[in-house]
């Protein structure tokens, strides 16, 4: 069973960082590239970055570039998604999702950027 | 940035009617490969996305033939035939044609 499980949301001030991972299993997660989509507080779902099977090619949204970075660790099956200068905007619930279709998805890792 | 719109419904839809949610992207998703580059999502209450439709009208894997995918290059529509409760939630388009990917703003079913 395909199975995506982010970890490391939680409450943080503006302007600083925080890490989320998504450990993967029930494939093979190196075979396949990965995307990190989040959904503000009642809102919609937002795209926020890619990345391919061997991490040497990435893709953000234009208000997390610079401040954002996706990344990988195939051999923990394991995405990650190291998000710096956070702001209040960036408040929402943080999806990871296999492939280009985003056939599967996590359960979601909160994070609230607030003083 | 490819724009994404989706039309409403008008909920609440009785159970056993069919619905068409209806998405418009500002781009054609038709690639030069003949195909075209849309999925389809259910949020349930409460829960993550699933995908349900993949290159505007490929059935993802476990999800029920009441729901098929059509269109044209930008002009697309989600049909689901004899509306269920389960099938009550959001439903989003996608492209994923370009980046950044781009979602529409989401079409509830709610069920009479």
């Known amino acids: 069973e395909v199975q995506l499980v982010e970890s490391g949301g939680g409450l943080v001030q503006p302007g600083r960082s925080l890490k989320l991972s998504c450990a993967a299993s029930g494939f093979t997660f190196s075979n396949y590239d990965m995307a990190w989509v989040r959904q503000a507080p009642t809102k919609g779902l937002e795209w926020v970055a890619s990345i391919s099977t061997g991490g040497g090619n990435t893709y953000y949204r234009d208000s997390v570039k610079g401040r954002f970075t996706i990344s990988r660790d195939n051999a923990k099956s394991t995405l990650y998604l190291q998000m710096d200068s956070l702001r209040s905007e960036d408040t929402a619930t943080y999806y990871c999702?296999?492939?280009?279709?985003?056939?599967?998805w996590g359960q979601g890792a909160s994070v609230t950027v607030s003083s | 940035d490819i724009v994404m719109t989706q039309g409403a419904l008008p909920n609440p839809v009785p159970s056993g009617e069919s619905a068409s949610i209806t998405c418009q992207s500002s781009?054609?998703?038709?690639?030069?490969?003949?195909?075209?580059?849309l999925n389809w999502y259910l949020q349930r209450p409460g829960q993550s996305p699933q995908l349900l439709i993949y290159?505007?009208?490929t059935r993802a894997s476990g999800v029920s033939d009441r729901f098929s995918g059509s269109g044209s290059g930008t002009d697309f529509t989600l049909k689901i035939s004899s509306v269920e409760a389960e099938d009550v939630g959001v439903y989003y388009c996608?492209?994923?044609?370009?980046?950044?990917?781009?979602f529409g703003g989401g079409t509830k079913l709610e069920l009479k």
């Open positions: 290159w505007m009208s």
């Open positions: 781009k054609s998703l038709l690639h030069s490969n003949g195909k075209t580059y």
């Open positions: 999702a296999r492939r280009t279709n985003l056939d599967a």
């Open positions: 996608q492209q994923f044609l370009e980046y950044p990917r781009t």
